[in-house]
Structure formats: structure tokens, C-alpha cells
């Protein structure tokens, strides 16, 4: 059974600073491709950044240059480190980890405020 787990949402100012972790089990996780994505309210979920299966990342253009995606295979850990909040990057952040559909986490709140 594939388990996937996010953390280190909050709330944090303008300006600020936050890193998130995905840590998944039950899934060969150095193989598989893993991304992060955001929900806003009132909007669809998006690609914020990701490993493709290749290894290489994409990244959201809203984000580039500020968050940076990066993983840890011996502890199937997928991090977002996010630079430079802005107001507009409130959303629930999804990591999804797998080929094909992948398997979702639950989701971590960021709030940035300004």
C-alpha cells in the first residue's frame, strides 16, 4: 500500500520563507517521477514543480526563480523549498508521487499573508 504524506505548511508573511516534505512509502520512489502541486480556492489544482521519471524538473513559471524542488531517494523524500512567499502562492499543497496518475497525499496549507 502506497502511502503519501506532506508536511511543513503554515502561515508565514510576505517576503518569507517555507519548506515543504513529502515522504513516501510503498512505491519505488527513485524511479518514479514526484511533483508538487497547489489548490487555491476557487481554482483547479496545478503543476507547481516536479521530477519528471528522467530526472529532470519543470517548474511553474509563477515560481521560477523562488521555489526549488529537490529529493532524498534513500528517505523517499520530496522537498519544496519556497523563497519569496507571495500572497498569491496561498493553497493547499499536493504532492504526487508515481507514474501514470500517481498516488496523492493529503495536503499541507500555506498561507502567506501580506
Known amino acids: 500500500q502506497v502511502h503519501v504524506v506532506e508536511s511543513g505548511g503554515g502561515l508565514v508573511q510576505a517576503g518569507g520563507s517555507l519548506r515543504l516534505s513529502c515522504a513516501a512509502s510503498g512505491i519505488a520512489f527513485r524511479s518514479n517521477r514526484a511533483g508538487w502541486y497547489r489548490q487555491a480556492p476557487g481554482k483547479q489544482r496545478a503543476l507547481v514543480a516536479a521530477?519528471?521519471?528522467?530526472?529532470?524538473?519543470n517548474y511553474a513559471d509563477s515560481v521560477k526563480g523562488r521555489f526549488t524542488i529537490s529529493r532524498d531517494n534513500a528517505k523517499n523524500t520530496v522537498y519544496l523549498q519556497m523563497n519569496n512567499l507571495k500572497p498569491e502562492d496561498t493553497a493547499v499543497y499536493f504532492c504526487?508521487?508515481?507514474?501514470?496518475?500517481?498516488?496523492w497525499g493529503q495536503g499541507t496549507q500555506v498561507t502567506v499573508s501580506s
Open positions: 521530477f519528471t521519471s528522467g530526472g529532470s524538473t
Open positions: 504526487n508521487v508515481g507514474s501514470g496518475l500517481g498516488f
